[in-house]
């Protein structure tokens, strides 16, 4: 798949192919029976990513989190073989676009709402079973909070997806966030759980997560939510792929 939970992959849609992708997150599972456990509120978001090459693609989205707009493109740098090339590099470039109104804060013109988030992601497929990533980050903020905290951002991720049926696998995911770089808030380390089902047709994931944030900015730097205190987002993704090549 081109996501583990929030974070890409090194696979991308294959030539000529498109995908349509949905994540949706429901509230906290803290918020009580009131809330219905947080099924009473949600985040969503809608992406659609197409294959120029096979190691080309490029991304389109809206998140309902701060009603972003981001564009991504990503390359396939290195393709893992059976013989001198052991793990497939890609680079992954995101800009992130929120549009969110605020009536006392009319300063805040395109420049100041945007960002832009580069990985390098490097992944090894061991067995037909398990497959593993780490991504080293790095995210540039336009404006933020306070002189304090860091306009650039840098972050470690790591995932893997284990399969224990031919058309079901676990995935998992931890977004390391280095200290010491944003201090006006609390931003907790983002982990989120996964179980895949392939249908044939697409592909369903339901989701454990502290993240309530889906692209970049939000997952590695904004995450205000903590598994020990029960902040935890239980969601789905769907991916569908539509194929234009005879």
């Known amino acids: 798949a081109t996501q583990l939970v929030n974070m890409p992959t090194v696979e991308s849609p294959g030539k000529q192919n498109l995908q349509f992708l949905i994540m949706h997150r429901f509230g906290k599972l803290n918020e009580g029976a009131y809330e219905l456990f947080g099924l009473d ?4 978001r809608f992406g659609l990513d197409y294959g120029i090459t096979d190691r080309l693609s490029v991304g389109v989205g809206r998140s ?3 009603k972003a707009f981001d564009g991504n493109i990503k390359y396939k740098i290195l393709r893992q073989t059976t013989g001198s090339i052991p793990v497939s590099i890609s680079l992954y ?18 420049r100041f709402r945007t960002s832009y988030t580069s990985q390098l992601l490097i992944a090894r497929k061991f067995s037909n079973s398990l497959s593993l990533q780490v991504a ?3 995210t540039h903020y336009n ?3 306070t002189p304090q905290d860091n306009n650039d951002i840098f972050a470690i991720s790591a995932g893997g997806r284990m399969k224990f049926t031919k058309r079901m696998s676990f995935t998992a995911e931890y977004n ?8 006006s808030t609390k931003a907790y380390n983002s982990l989120s759980l996964g179980v895949d089902i392939e249908t044939g047709g697409h592909v369903f994931q339901l989701v454990f997560t502290n993240s309530n944030g889906m692209i970049g900015p939000y997952y590695l730097s904004k995450t205000n939510g903590s598994w020990g205190k029960g902040d935890i987002f239980f969601g789905f993704n769907i991916s569908r792929n539509f194929n234009f090549r005879k």
């Open 41 to 44: 509120n949600a985040s969503i």
């Open 64 to 66: 309902s989190v701060d």
């Open 93 to 110: 470039e995101l800009v992130t676009h929120y549009t969110q109104r605020y009536t006392d804060k009319s300063f805040l013109n395109t």
């Open 136 to 138: 080293p980050s790095w």
């Open 143 to 145: 404006l933020v909070a």
């Open 176 to 183: 390391y966030l280095l200290p010491d770089q944003v201090v």
